[in-house]
């Protein structure tokens, strides 16, 4: 069974440009969550889809937006960037909820300069 | 709030020694723990939880609801357990959302 993917796996992008991250999660999962991983404020979560919907969100601005689609891929977009939204992105996949386990992709950086 | 402490930023042991990393949790209610582990330009993964009581690679983490603690330990530290170690929580009745501590870098010398 194929893990997590992200794409793409590097970005680089300018301040004030708008960017969007990719996730596929492992077939037959449901849930994809989306966490901002950077050294100063290590791994946050940024917000959690199932089955299309928003289940959860943290506490990030509004220019971090996410969806999901019918085949559970997911996608996060993040406009109007600023240098500190420079972070690795992972995605976390899961069936359903519960006491699933959180499988992870290989993660995003993305790098605004 | 849900909070998770891990109070230190690096552990180094020597090759054979016991280890202890330390998760401190604060949440009101009963929440499900995890350890994530993430090796040199692997992705982070799953290592242990508390309700599967399991050990893995050796380790073991048992939660105690006094002391909010839910340390990893292993007895006989080997080389390949150096990496970087996430204590994180789950408060059942948020989906997924997985809330992480700073993480502790375990380096096993020789």
């Known amino acids: 069974k194929a893990g997590v993917t992200q794409t793409p796996r590097y970005l680089i992008k300018t301040r004030g440009q708008q960017v969007t991250l990719s996730c596929s999660p492992i077939?037959?999962?449901?849930?994809v969550s989306w966490y901002q991983q950077t050294p100063g404020q290590g791994l946050q979560f940024l917000f959690e889809y199932f089955s299309e919907t928003q289940r959860n969100k943290g506490n990030f601005p509004g220019r971090f937006s996410g969806r999901q689609f019918s085949n559970s891929r997911s996608e996060m977009n993040v406009s109007t960037l600023e240098l500190g939204d420079s972070a690795l992105y992972l995605c976390g996949s899961s069936l359903a909820g519960g006491t699933d386990t959180q499988y992870f992709g290989p993660g995003t950086r993305l790098t605004v300069l | 709030a849900q909070r998770v402490t891990q109070p230190e930023k690096l552990l180094s042991v020597f090759k054979g020694a016991p280890v202890e990393l330390k998760c401190n949790y604060s949440?009101?209610?009963?929440?499900?723990l995890f350890w994530y582990v993430q090796y040199s330009r692997q992705r982070l993964q799953l290592l242990l939880r508390h309700i599967s009581r399991e050990s893995i690679k050796g380790f073991t983490a048992d939660l105690n609801k006094g002391e909010t603690s839910f340390h990893l330990k292993k007895p006989f530290a080997q080389e390949e357990d150096s990496a970087m170690y996430y204590c994180?929580?789950?408060?059942?009745?948020?989906?997924?959302?997985?809330?992480f501590g700073a993480g502790t870098i375990l380096r096993v010398k020789s």
């Open positions: 949440y009101s209610g009963s929440p499900e």
């Open positions: 994180a929580l789950r408060d059942p009745g948020y989906g997924n959302k997985l809330v």
């Open positions: 077939s037959g999962h449901r849930s």
